[in-house]
């Protein structure tokens, strides 16, 4: 089956713009996380849609954003871009069981984003 | 708050040695517990999840609940277990985060 899809795969924008990442779930995964990965901070999370509803979030500023669909695909969103914001981004699906059970997260590659 | 120590950035071995891999954990409630494995060049991908009592690739993984620890082991390190690893803790419902510690890097020389 296919994997954890996410568009586009690097991306270059300018201080000030904002981008949007989308990411494609494994078919019946309907929890979605998003991931910001950098060298120094390593894996930070983001936030997490169940159901097309925000369920949990990180400590991350409003100008990031994310929402989910009702096919369970799943963007994110960033608004004026900051140099900071530089890193990649990964989502993760799961499948959740009877009694709220996860069965692990299965990653997509990334978006890699250069903020110049 | 929740917390993941991975004490150890660096682990180097050679082949055929034994492996341990530490991982505590500080988390409200009795959180599912995983670890997962990044190979070079490649994308992060689960290794075990202690529900599930599995051994994967040769790696076991112990939970001690009264030292909040979830270490991960394997009796005898090959070449192409060389790789990234990180522990990683998840509450259930409104508190299913997966909260990732820093990782550590095994190499596993000849």
């Known amino acids: 089956k296919a994997g954890v899809t996410q568009t586009p795969r690097y991306l270059i924008k300018t201080r000030g713009q904002q981008v949007t990442l989308s990411c494609s779930p494994i078919?019946?995964?309907?929890?979605v996380s998003w991931y910001q990965q950098t060298p120094g901070q390593g894996l930070q999370f983001l936030f997490e849609?169940?159901?097309?509803?925000?369920?949990n979030k990180g400590n991350f500023p409003g100008r990031f954003s994310g929402r989910q669909f009702s096919n369970s695909r799943s963007e994110m969103n960033v608004s004026t871009l900051e140099l900071g914001d530089s890193a990649l981004y990964l989502c993760?699906?799961?499948?959740?069981?009877?009694?709220?059970?996860?069965?692990?997260?299965?990653f997509g590659s990334g978006t890699r984003l250069t903020v110049v | 708050a929740q917390r993941v120590t991975q004490p150890e950035k660096l682990l180097s071995v050679f082949k055929g040695a034994p492996v341990e891999l530490k991982c505590n954990y500080s988390?409200?409630?009795?959180?599912?517990l995983f670890w997962y494995v990044q190979y070079s060049r490649q994308r992060l991908q689960l290794l075990l999840r202690?529900?599930s009592r599995e051994s994967i690739k040769g790696f076991t993984a112990d939970l001690n609940k009264g030292e909040t620890s979830f270490h991960l082991k394997k009796p005898f390190a090959q070449e192409e277990d060389s790789a990234m690893y990180y522990c990683?803790?998840?509450?259930?419902?409104?508190?299913?985060?997966?909260?990732f510690g820093k990782g550590i890097t095994l190499s596993v020389r000849p």
């Open positions: 849609y169940f159901s097309e509803t925000q369920r």
């Open positions: 993760a699906s799961s499948l959740i069981g009877a009694a709220g059970l996860n069965y692990g997260y299965t």
């Open positions: 990683a803790p998840q509450g259930a419902g409104a508190n299913s985060k997966l909260t």
């Open positions: 202690h529900i």
């Open positions: 078919s019946g995964h309907r929890s």
């Open positions: 988390y409200s409630g009795s959180p599912e």
